[in-house]
């Protein structure tokens, strides 16, 4: 379980000094698999650390293409969640039943009977192949899901492919307000993200594993699996634990660097949320208070403003 450790640093650091690491790791806890909570919080912010200093020191792309890329894939990620169990179920041939996402529970997959007219594809395949897409740096395929989602929101003529799920039906991302595929704001965004990134040299954009779709699996596995909607309290904490720890991430990352790179896609997913508040203060979820959500949701821009031009002033000095 130590090599799982490992995992949060760049392979670089880990072809160097990987198997060091590992030994000292056995020396100081002979006999356990797994060091204790402290040591491991540790090293997985020393991970984190190495991980954003490559990223810096690889010069072969300017920063703030970096931050576009990763605000795109953060999009992409929020445009998903809601849509991870249909997804699984249809893969699966599943019929979700009475645990469908806010639709008619029969009828919408082309081997349900049902009385509501069959859809072919959910909607949730369209931001799943933008995120597909974009990890592999490949944003000319990524540019046309994403239009394809401005496309099914902003109409009615795709009811049959998609359905009318997704445009109607309740989409709940987290700390906020529903947003449905109708509210353009997230695929407009997407979308104008993906089209920056294609008129860019595609040699210029970072290409990332396959590995990164592991927990992208695990989480429809999960939500598929236990029939988890994404309007339950148990959806709604999961996701505020990992949208609070992908925050962490990037203040430690901009810490360590001084880089304005990751304030990019944390203000991205801030603007487009607090605009569906702005937009449907009726329909507030109500999770926590409204002032605390808006705080939650804008206070880590100029946090991380601060944090990076902290660093920048440390490294003048030194």
């Not at 130590?2 to 160097?16: E, I, M």
């Not at 006999?31 to 200093?53: K, Y």
Request: aromatic share 8%; proline share 7%; net charge positive.
């Amino acid at each position: 379980m130590n090599r799982l450790l490992l995992s949060a640093y760049p392979r670089s650091y880990r072809s160097r000094q990987g198997n060091e690491l590992l030994a000292c790791l056995t020396e100081a806890y002979p006999g356990r698999s797994w060091p204790p909570p402290r040591e491991v919080a540790a090293l997985v912010h020393s991970g984190v650390q190495a991980r954003a200093r490559a990223t810096v020191d690889d010069t072969t792309r300017p920063w703030w293409l970096d931050g576009v890329h990763l605000a795109a894939l953060a999009l992409a990620a929020l445009a998903l969640v809601p849509y991870l169990q249909d997804v699984w179920h249809w893969a699966l041939r599943i019929d979700p039943g009475q645990h469908a996402i806010a639709f008619h529970f029969s009828g919408w997959y082309p081997w349900a009977g049902g009385p509501t007219r069959i859809r072919l594809l959910p909607y949730g395949l369209l931001p799943l192949g933008c995120l597909i897409a974009l990890l592999r740096g490949r944003a000319w395929i990524a540019l046309p899901a994403a239009a394809a989602m401005i496309w099914a929101g902003a109409t009615s003529h795709g009811r049959t492919l998609f359905g009318s799920e997704g445009k109607a039906g309740l989409s709940y991302y987290g700390l906020g307000a529903p947003i449905t595929a109708r509210d353009l704001a997230l695929s407009g965004a997407l979308c104008a993200a993906c089209t920056v990134l294609a008129l860019c040299r595609p040699s210029r954009l970072r290409r990332r594993s396959y590995r990164w779709l592991a927990p992208v699996v695990l989480a429809m596995f999960v939500a598929g699996g236990l029939h988890i909607i994404s309007v339950s309290p148990a959806f709604q904490r999961g996701l505020f634990v990992l949208e609070v720890t992908a925050l962490l991430g990037a203040w430690v990352a901009t810490a360590a660097t001084g880089d304005h790179r990751w304030l990019i896609p944390v203000a991205a997913v801030a603007i487009v949320r607090t605009q569906a508040i702005v937009v449907q203060p009726d329909a507030f979820m109500q999770s926590l208070p409204d002032v605390v959500v808006l705080i939650l949701l804008v206070a880590p821009l100029p946090a991380l403003a601060i944090t990076a031009q902290r660093r920048q002033a440390r490294a003048l000095a030194e």
